[in-house]
């Protein structure tokens, strides 16, 4: 197989079209801008319509508009799933050959003073965004990569130091941390599927980034990672010939 591991990775993406989930700012709208530097094509979603349409605007003043695509979706209805690929193959002509799944929620929920039914209904919510949505994406992308395609394919998954066993875990952030668990398995697990069709499958897993999230979930932290470092790391990631790993990110906090 003559996999984008093997290319420059100034030519890994050329003409390649990239789905990135939860790219409406943050480390998703670094992580789509990147691709687009790469010669990548980028349909990106996320759940708040006028953080997609400004970065869509932004990102097309500087790469033209027949190179990148912004739509608003709500990752918790898987329904929305396949029209996420059909849009970018309709829109840019050829099939989806990297996917980033970036969409998280995540924010503190005192365990011990939470009641069974709020805790319950918190974990529905992150679970559906966390886990279920980047087994179903990558589901769906395997499903239709194309067979025999020479050059292979790549998902990268964005998991959190917080699921890497034996990190140092924060209080409040119970539900969170065990759905990061879940996407290091799952990238573990599906790696092993993917590999005969030339898919690779790996993960992110950094500690504080200076994000959004961050800043609502753990408004003490101060960290000096940025969303374009963690961006670095997951396209270089989607262009190695490697599978099943999990690239750690530690913070400078």
Same mark, same amino acid.
């Given at each position: *197989?003559?996999? #984008? ?5 100034? =030519? ?13 700012? %943050? ?18 979603? =996320?759940?708040? +319509?006028?953080?997609? %349409?400004?970065?869509?605007?932004? !990102? ?11 739509? $608003?979706?709500? !990752?918790?209805? @898987?329904?929305?799933?396949? &029209? ?8 840019? +002509?050829? @099939? ?16 011990? /003073? ?6 319950? /209904? ?31 394919? =790549? ?6 130091? +917080? ?7 924060? @209080?409040?952030?119970? @539900? ?9 398995? !799952?990238?573990? #697990? ?16 950094? %500690?504080? $980034?200076?994000?959004? *999230? ?27 010939? $490697?599978? +099943? ?5 530690? &913070?400078?906090?």
């Amino acid at each position: *197989m003559n996999s #984008a591991g093997n290319l420059p990775l100034s =030519a890994a993406f050329q003409g390649r079209v990239a789905l990135v989930t939860g790219g409406g700012r %943050g480390i998703g709208a670094a992580t789509a801008e990147l691709l687009l530097e790469r010669g990548a094509r980028v349909l990106f979603c =996320a759940r708040t +319509g006028s953080e997609v %349409g400004s970065t869509e605007k932004r !990102l097309a003043e500087r790469f033209g508009t027949a190179n990148v695509v912004g739509r $608003v979706a709500d !990752l918790a209805d @898987p329904a929305v799933f396949p &029209s996420l690929f059909d849009e970018a193959e309709r829109r840019f +002509g050829a @099939p989806v050959r990297v996917l980033v799944n970036n969409a998280a929620i995540g924010y503190a929920i005192p365990f011990l /003073e939470t009641s069974p039914a709020k805790l319950r /209904e918190e974990w529905d919510r992150m679970a559906a965004i966390n886990i279920r949505a980047p087994l179903l994406l990558a589901h769906e992308f395997l499903r239709r990569f194309p067979r025999g395609d020479r050059e292979g394919g =790549a998902i990268v998954s964005l998991a959190s130091l +917080g699921g890497v066993a034996g990190t140092e875990k924060f @209080p409040g952030l119970t @539900p969170y941390v065990a759905t990061k668990f879940a996407v290091i398995g !799952l990238t573990e #697990a599906i790696a092993v599927e993917a590999r005969p069709l030339g898919v690779r499958v790996n993960a992110v897993a950094p %500690g504080a $980034v200076d994000t959004e *999230m961050l800043r609502k979930a753990a408004p003490h932290l101060r960290t000096e990672t940025r969303p374009a470092d963690v961006a670095k790391t997951i396209v270089d990631l989607c262009a190695r010939d $490697v599978t +099943g790993t999990v690239v750690e990110i530690h &913070s400078n906090l």
